[in-house]
């Protein structure tokens, strides 16, 4: 089935260094992507989306940046700050009947002063 | 503030007791969701409602109840026929079901 994963389980950035969080998604026909943020016991929050039609979308200190050739996505925070150390993980979705959002496992940042 | 609120943030239950969890929101979204996210595992949906007084079940609704009578309130009933319910619930709400999801707090459920 179609399934949306995450590269590695955990990431360590020295604070101010830049981070970069890949995800790859499987569904050829998701045309909407999320990321959130999920710090420990908190609901998820939302960061930045992105759809099919763009390639690059740039919020403050962050980058979502879609390769729909590779079915890749990948997430940049600019100069990392401890306040960063939390769970990330990304979602899908695809426009048609039923869609729904499917969500990544979650990869988990930590910053390292 | 606009926002999802859920109540409360840490519940208790016994086995084989009914449990009610709240959820509420004031974004005036259409759509509302239920998820259950367990150590180590993503966000499993358990029912989703796109409109007031319909609702439909996700992956993991056995043992789950919901209703919808107000286009702002989406509780979930987690039964006793739910055979592991211990686990950390969470509510989201979105204009449609082809945008982005804002999620509540959660609960987390400990069934002693």
């Known amino acids: 089935g179609e399934s949306v994963g995450l590269h590695l389980p955990t990431l360590s950035v020295q604070e101010g260094d830049n981070s970069i969080i890949n995800c790859a998604y499987s569904?050829?026909?998701?045309?909407?992507f999320i990321w959130y943020k999920q710090e420990s016991g908190k609901g998820p929050q939302f960061i930045i989306d992105?759809?099919?039609?763009?390639d690059k979308r740039q919020g403050q200190r962050v980058t979502v940046l879609l390769n729909k050739t590779v079915k890749h996505l990948s997430l940049q925070i600019a100069a990392t700050q401890p306040g960063d150390s939390a769970v990330y993980f990304c979602?899908?979705?695809?426009?048609?009947?039923?869609?729904?959002?499917?969500f990544g496992k979650g990869i988990t940042l930590s910053v390292r002063p | 503030d606009g926002g999802i609120t859920q109540s409360p943030k840490y519940l208790f239950r016994k086995e084989g007791q009914n449990v009610t969890l709240s959820c509420e929101q004031n974004?005036?979204?259409?759509?509302m969701y239920w998820y259950r996210q367990d150590p180590g595992q993503g966000l499993r949906l358990i029912y989703c409602?796109?409109?007031?007084?319909?609702?439909q079940k996700g992956d993991i609704a056995e043992g789950y109840s919901v209703s919808r009578e107000k286009k702002e309130s989406f509780p979930l009933t987690v039964t006793s026929a739910q055979k592991n319910p211990t686990a950390f619930y969470l509510c989201?709400?979105?204009?449609?079901?082809?945008?982005?999801?804002?999620f509540g707090p959660g609960t987390r459920l400990t069934v002693l």
């Open positions: 989201a709400s979105s204009e449609g079901t082809s945008t982005g999801q804002f």
């Open positions: 569904n050829s026909a998701s045309d909407y």
């Open positions: 992105i759809r099919s039609n763009m």
């Open positions: 974004l005036n979204h259409d759509a």
């Open positions: 409602s796109q409109i007031v007084n319909d609702f």
């Open positions: 979602a899908e979705n695809w426009l048609g009947a039923n869609s729904k959002l499917t």
